[in-house]
């Protein structure tokens, strides 16, 4: 209730302003404004903020009385945040928990945007070829139990490569991330040892390895350091032309991540897709399908209090689905395929606007 | 006159009394917001080294390791270098370079800590990673100088923030050996001191500043955050080696404060800025003890 009041009286004190400002340049501007100034605020995954933010500026240069405000503040502060009432609506590269569900004031939409896909990069001492690896292999890598790079694991799986026998370096994320959450759950999908000794989360407790900070902490250093592997963001791997590796999917192909082949993964995610759309698809099925892919989701309330709000943002939803998807690929993000728009379109209609 | 004056004590008064509530204020929001761990871990938190967010066991003893490791191995890097600059600065120095060095000094002080991580993982970890790659088998073998060469790790931290704690000792330092009585080297002159001998009875009469110069480095040692993060690798280990890649408490809550969405970590996560707030309070205790030793050491001198 309380923040619901102090909410209306930033609202009237940034239109009174606007009109302020608006009124004294050009008599235009005051009349626009005569339809009122509506703030939705969002917080979480720093992951899709490029995106976000293109796709914000983009909706208020159309709609200029829709201000969508979005602080980067991580997945796991995006949910505390959406939880306790502070925001409208939160963004997360990891569906919310059963528990956290049940915690929250009322039900959540987990709505998908983008999709996104975490790479392995390397930095192996005369190796310029593109390496391929399984997700079991992966998995004994980061468990610590292969650790020279000429091991026959590897070898077998990169025939005619001369892979040197330097010692391997882990490198994984220090922060908490989505990114990691999406590693860890591929190789818990792929192996039962990894899912049971390390598990599924934004940060774990690491077998081996340094950490880096960020996207950049890691791929800094993996360039840096002669014999180790990481995981990036796609997008990270392509801008700072780090080597990345393919990964093999449940159809047995060695398949490098592009936006194509993250959203076939998606495509034959959607055939079996949950109501909620809390779903994993590392490891999908399908074949051309990139196995490290992963949805990004917004979070909503199903019954918003502010209803003026609620309204903007179904409108910003329905533009983001489909104009807003061709945004996407630029930025490195892999789109939603037609049959994953078409479900949230028809959920969308949950939403409460009145 | 007298209604002025009292108003003055009562405003300045009430600026005391405000740090003394802020202090206990964020003493007491932590043990609040930490109950939950504090609860379930008792002090085991202090003494266990598993830190598994998956499994919810929290032990937060790599994290004080490495935070003590590297702060103490910045002082014994940064303490001999900031004290010589200081005292060449304050005695020796030519007249012409002294406004220039003192810039400088205090330019290094101005850098923000990202750009000293930057800087740490670009340029000081691949030289370090030389050194490593250098270091002959026979010290290998020893545990401060075991493991792999890196390059990121105890010895990076370190180095990183010897350099970010130099501008603060010297400083200080430096201001400290300014108000040393120009009488007092003047009579170690006159006694037929040499310049060294006459430089070192400076030092001895500014003993306890120095030391408050010191402490105040180990300090901001102690919090630093961020360019930490960058150059030690984050893996929380409790290990001897220089060269392993380790952890420490305000790097952990930076890293993992954002993504923590369960209480109980969340919980374990405020308990470490706890443990962190703790430690510093103990160690500013005890460089005001070792200060107020001092200072009675000389005064009963004198007095005998």
Redesign the interface.
């Given at each position: 209730m309380q923040t619901s009041s102090l909410r209306h009286l930033v609202l009237a004190v940034a239109t009174v302003a606007l009109t302020a400002c608006g009124g004294g340049t050009q008599q235009p501007a005051a009349t626009q404004n005569a339809s009122p100034t509506i703030q939705i605020n969002g917080a979480g995954a720093t992951f899709p903020y490029p995106i976000y933010s293109k796709w914000f500026s983009e909706y208020n240069t159309l709609h200029p009385n829709v201000r969508i405000n979005y602080q980067s503040i991580g997945s796991g502060g995006g949910i505390r945040q959406l939880l306790n009432q502070t925001v409208f609506f939160g963004a997360t590269d990891g569906p919310m928990t059963d528990e956290q569900l049940k915690s929250a004031p009322g039900p959540i939409l987990h709505l998908p945007t983008v999709l996104g896909a975490v790479v392995p990069v390397y930095n192996v001492p005369g190796i310029t070829d593109e390496l391929k690896f399984t997700g079991p292999l992966l998995a004994d890598m980061y468990l610590g139990r292969v650790k020279k790079w000429n091991d026959p694991a590897i070898a077998k799986l990169n025939p005619g490569v001369k892979l040197p026998g330097t010692d391997i370096t882990i490198v994984h994320r220090s922060d908490g991330s989505g990114t990691t959450y999406i590693f860890m759950d591929f190789l818990s999908k792929v192996s039962p040892e990894f899912k049971t000794t390390v598990g599924v989360n934004t940060s774990v407790n690491w077998p081996v390895g340094v950490g880096g900070k960020g996207n950049e902490g890691v791929s800094g250093l993996v360039s840096q350091t002669p014999g180790s592997i990481g995981y990036v963001e796609l997008i990270y791997a392509l801008q700072t032309k780090i080597p990345f590796g393919a990964v093999q999917n449940p159809a047995g192909e060695f398949v490098k991540a592009s936006v194509d082949s993250v959203t076939k993964a998606a495509a034959a995610a959607a055939a079996n897709m949950p109501a909620d759309f809390r779903v994993s698809i590392t490891n999908a099925e399908g074949a051309g399908s990139y196995p490290i892919s992963s949805f990004t989701w917004i979070l909503l309330y199903e019954n918003p209090t502010d209803k003026a709000a609620a309204k903007a943002t179904l409108d910003f939803m329905h533009w983001a689905l489909t104009d807003g998807e061709k945004y996407a690929a630029d930025l490195g993000y892999a789109p939603l395929p037609d049959s994953v728009v078409k479900l949230e379109e028809a959920a969308l209609q949950k939403i409460k606007v009145s | 006159m007298r209604s002025r004056d009292l108003g003055f004590r009562l405003s300045i008064g009430a600026f005391a009394a405000a740090l003394l509530l802020i202090v206990t204020a964020i003493g007491f929001e932590l043990a609040r917001q930490s109950w939950l761990s504090i609860q379930r871990f008792g002090f085991d938190f202090w003494r266990t080294s598993?830190?598994?967010?998956?499994?919810g066991e929290f032990g937060a003893l790599p994290f004080i390791w490495g935070t003590l490791y590297s702060s103490i191995l910045a002082l014994a890097i940064a303490t001999p270098v900031a004290l010589g600059i200081a005292v060449f600065v304050s005695e020796l120095c030519p007249p012409v370079l002294r406004s220039p060095l003192i810039f400088l000094t205090e330019l290094l002080a101005a850098i923000p800590s990202i750009v000293y991580g930057l800087w740490g993982?670009?340029v000081l970890?691949?030289f370090v990673?030389l050194l490593e790659t250098w270091t002959p088998e026979s010290l290998r073998a020893l545990p401060l100088f075991s493991g792999?060469p890196?390059?990121?790790?105890m010895l990076a931290a370190g180095l990183v923030l010897a350099v970010m704690v130099v501008p603060f000792t010297s400083s200080v330092a430096r201001e400290v050996l300014k108000t040393v009585p120009e009488t007092q080297r003047e009579a170690a002159y006159a006694l037929g001191a040499t310049r060294f001998e006459a430089i070192r009875a400076a030092m001895f009469y500014a003993r306890t500043g120095i030391i408050g110069a010191i402490m105040l480095g180990f300090g901001r040692a102690l919090g630093e955050t961020m360019a930490v993060?960058?150059v030690i690798?984050?893996?929380p280990q409790v290990s001897l080696s220089l060269f392993a890649?380790q952890?420490t408490m305000s790097?952990v809550i930076?890293?993992?404060?954002?993504?923590?969405?369960d209480a109980l970590y969340l919980s374990a996560l405020v308990e470490i800025g706890l443990v962190l707030f703790i430690i510093t309070l103990l160690v500013n205790g005890l460089s005001r003890g070792l200060i107020w030793t001092m200072a009675r050491q000389v005064s009963s001198k004198v007095a005998a």
């Amino acid at each position: 209730m309380q923040t619901s009041s102090l909410r209306h009286l930033v609202l009237a004190v940034a239109t009174v302003a606007l009109t302020a400002c608006g009124g004294g340049t050009q008599q235009p501007a005051a009349t626009q404004n005569a339809s009122p100034t509506i703030q939705i605020n969002g917080a979480g995954a720093t992951f899709p903020y490029p995106i976000y933010s293109k796709w914000f500026s983009e909706y208020n240069t159309l709609h200029p009385n829709v201000r969508i405000n979005y602080q980067s503040i991580g997945s796991g502060g995006g949910i505390r945040q959406l939880l306790n009432q502070t925001v409208f609506f939160g963004a997360t590269d990891g569906p919310m928990t059963d528990e956290q569900l049940k915690s929250a004031p009322g039900p959540i939409l987990h709505l998908p945007t983008v999709l996104g896909a975490v790479v392995p990069v390397y930095n192996v001492p005369g190796i310029t070829d593109e390496l391929k690896f399984t997700g079991p292999l992966l998995a004994d890598m980061y468990l610590g139990r292969v650790k020279k790079w000429n091991d026959p694991a590897i070898a077998k799986l990169n025939p005619g490569v001369k892979l040197p026998g330097t010692d391997i370096t882990i490198v994984h994320r220090s922060d908490g991330s989505g990114t990691t959450y999406i590693f860890m759950d591929f190789l818990s999908k792929v192996s039962p040892e990894f899912k049971t000794t390390v598990g599924v989360n934004t940060s774990v407790n690491w077998p081996v390895g340094v950490g880096g900070k960020g996207n950049e902490g890691v791929s800094g250093l993996v360039s840096q350091t002669p014999g180790s592997i990481g995981y990036v963001e796609l997008i990270y791997a392509l801008q700072t032309k780090i080597p990345f590796g393919a990964v093999q999917n449940p159809a047995g192909e060695f398949v490098k991540a592009s936006v194509d082949s993250v959203t076939k993964a998606a495509a034959a995610a959607a055939a079996n897709m949950p109501a909620d759309f809390r779903v994993s698809i590392t490891n999908a099925e399908g074949a051309g399908s990139y196995p490290i892919s992963s949805f990004t989701w917004i979070l909503l309330y199903e019954n918003p209090t502010d209803k003026a709000a609620a309204k903007a943002t179904l409108d910003f939803m329905h533009w983001a689905l489909t104009d807003g998807e061709k945004y996407a690929a630029d930025l490195g993000y892999a789109p939603l395929p037609d049959s994953v728009v078409k479900l949230e379109e028809a959920a969308l209609q949950k939403i409460k606007v009145s | 006159m007298r209604s002025r004056d009292l108003g003055f004590r009562l405003s300045i008064g009430a600026f005391a009394a405000a740090l003394l509530l802020i202090v206990t204020a964020i003493g007491f929001e932590l043990a609040r917001q930490s109950w939950l761990s504090i609860q379930r871990f008792g002090f085991d938190f202090w003494r266990t080294s598993t830190w598994d967010p998956v499994a919810g066991e929290f032990g937060a003893l790599p994290f004080i390791w490495g935070t003590l490791y590297s702060s103490i191995l910045a002082l014994a890097i940064a303490t001999p270098v900031a004290l010589g600059i200081a005292v060449f600065v304050s005695e020796l120095c030519p007249p012409v370079l002294r406004s220039p060095l003192i810039f400088l000094t205090e330019l290094l002080a101005a850098i923000p800590s990202i750009v000293y991580g930057l800087w740490g993982i670009f340029v000081l970890v691949p030289f370090v990673r030389l050194l490593e790659t250098w270091t002959p088998e026979s010290l290998r073998a020893l545990p401060l100088f075991s493991g792999p060469p890196l390059g990121v790790g105890m010895l990076a931290a370190g180095l990183v923030l010897a350099v970010m704690v130099v501008p603060f000792t010297s400083s200080v330092a430096r201001e400290v050996l300014k108000t040393v009585p120009e009488t007092q080297r003047e009579a170690a002159y006159a006694l037929g001191a040499t310049r060294f001998e006459a430089i070192r009875a400076a030092m001895f009469y500014a003993r306890t500043g120095i030391i408050g110069a010191i402490m105040l480095g180990f300090g901001r040692a102690l919090g630093e955050t961020m360019a930490v993060t960058m150059v030690i690798g984050n893996n929380p280990q409790v290990s001897l080696s220089l060269f392993a890649p380790q952890y420490t408490m305000s790097a952990v809550i930076a890293n993992e404060f954002t993504e923590a969405t369960d209480a109980l970590y969340l919980s374990a996560l405020v308990e470490i800025g706890l443990v962190l707030f703790i430690i510093t309070l103990l160690v500013n205790g005890l460089s005001r003890g070792l200060i107020w030793t001092m200072a009675r050491q000389v005064s009963s001198k004198v007095a005998a």
